[in-house]
């Protein structure tokens, strides 16, 4: 069998392996497809204006072999052996050397060595490789994140940044195989301002986006600002939520305070459906334990947990917290407006630095809020 020769085949596909983060098996089937397509241009440009040869089907019954011992390709078709041949790329003559040497009957179908000469392949042909292989190894790369992390989009993961970009920050992720890694994007605006992004730091992250479409750009985004983080850490965290003894109701976060003095802040309302259980004691942990790892791995955000209510009075009430509420007033209960009542030595607190604990209640609860003052007693 005749063979087309690459030099350093094997190092080539370890090294576009490395470079793109993808198993052996992955390259070599992006390489055979490139190759292909190489042989495709190499038939049509001595196709002697065979019509045929444009079809986009027309090579379906066509495959490229490698051989890594030997570093080269072959070229094969397969045949089905004829009396008398009509279409010489889709059939063989029963009296050839090729169906005498598989000792094949008649209807049989043979796999034919078609390999062009080294020399025959020509320059266009390689380049029309090269331009390929670059397409299918992002087709392979795609193909790789679907399988391996589509269906962990909307969950936590450990991530440790690689670089930067005008974009943000290049994160890896770990696909659990063969120690690869997948890389993700963290966009400038779901970075928090205390994070160190410096290379090789370590973060837990929200995987929000998995693209489906081949891109030199990473398939994966993800978030540090998402309240899906808070929720996904704390389920993680939390052991009467992993076992879903108590469940999270409702998530308000302010992770990029516009004022830089301020503290990033969450509120959760948490609840749970056995009266034996203290949904709040629960996510808290001894004295706090399990609020303070998470926030400690969210470079010092407060996470305050709430406990829900279905009475929107209630609620407001324990929303605003730390403030002391007098009285809530549903205004408008359609449209969910609703003033809050506070002393005046409560204000501050209830509005917040920044109205910040003002703008988190309103969003727990899903009621716009008002606030009115009264003389303290």
């Given at each position: ?32 497809e490139?190759?292909?397509?190489g042989?495709?241009?190499y038939?049509?440009?001595?196709g ?14 066509f ?15 397969r045949?089905?052996i004829?009396?008398?041949?009509s ?10 050397k ?14 034919v ?18 331009m ?28 440790t940044v ?7 920050v290049i ?9 690869l ?11 928090l ?8 730091a370590h973060?837990?992250?929200?995987l ?15 978030s540090?600002?998402?309240s ?9 965290t ?11 109701k409702a ?22 459906a ?6 709040v ?22 996470i ?29 209960e359609e ?13 501050a607190?209830?509005?917040g630095p920044?109205a910040?604990?003002?703008h ?13 003052t009264?003389?303290?007693?």
């Amino acid at each position: 069998m005749s063979m087309v020769t690459l030099p350093g085949l094997s190092t080539l596909i370890e090294s576009m392996s490395q470079q793109r983060n993808l198993p052996a098996s992955a390259v070599q089937e992006a390489l055979q497809e490139a190759l292909l397509k190489g042989y495709e241009r190499y038939r049509r440009q001595h196709g002697e204006d065979d019509p045929n040869l444009l079809s986009e089907d027309y090579f379906e019954n066509f495959s490229v072999q490698l051989d890594l011992q030997a570093e080269g390709f072959r070229v094969v078709a397969r045949k089905t052996i004829v009396e008398q041949v009509s279409q010489p790329d889709r059939e063989i003559s029963i009296a050839s050397k090729g169906a005498q040497r598989a000792r094949a009957s008649l209807g049989q179908v043979v796999m034919v060595d078609v390999t062009p000469k080294q020399e025959a392949f020509g320059r266009l042909a390689a380049h029309q490789t090269k331009m390929v292989l670059t397409q299918k190894l992002q087709e392979q790369q795609c193909k790789f994140v679907q399988t391996h992390f589509a269906h962990l989009r909307g969950t936590v993961l450990d991530a440790t940044v690689r670089r930067h970009d005008r974009r943000g920050v290049i994160l890896a992720i770990d696909s659990g195989v063969d120690g690869l890694h997948v890389e993700a994007e963290l966009p400038h605006y779901d970075k928090l301002p205390n994070d160190d992004y410096t290379e090789d730091a370590h973060f837990k992250v929200y995987l929000k986006k998995v693209y489906d479409n081949p891109s030199s750009r990473p398939l994966l985004r993800v978030s540090r600002a998402s309240s899906h983080l808070i929720e996904g850490l704390l389920v993680e965290t939390v052991p009467a939520l992993r076992e879903q003894q108590v469940e999270i109701k409702a998530i308000s976060r302010d992770a990029i305070p516009r004022d830089r003095e301020v503290t990033p802040r969450s509120k959760v309302a948490v609840a749970s459906a056995d009266p034996a259980i203290d949904p709040v004691a629960a996510c808290l942990g001894d004295n706090g334990e399990l609020v303070t790892a998470i926030g400690a791995q969210m470079n010092g955000e407060k996470i305050e947990i709430l406990p829900w209510s279905e009475d929107p009075i209630a609620l407001i009430a324990t929303a605003l917290s730390p403030a002391q509420v007098r009285e809530v007033r549903l205004l408008d209960e359609e449209g969910r407006e609703a003033v809050v009542v506070v002393a005046a030595d409560q204000e501050a607190l209830a509005n917040g630095p920044n109205a910040q604990n003002l703008h988190l209640a309103a969003r727990l609860t899903g009621w716009k809020l008002k606030l009115e003052t009264v003389a303290a007693e």
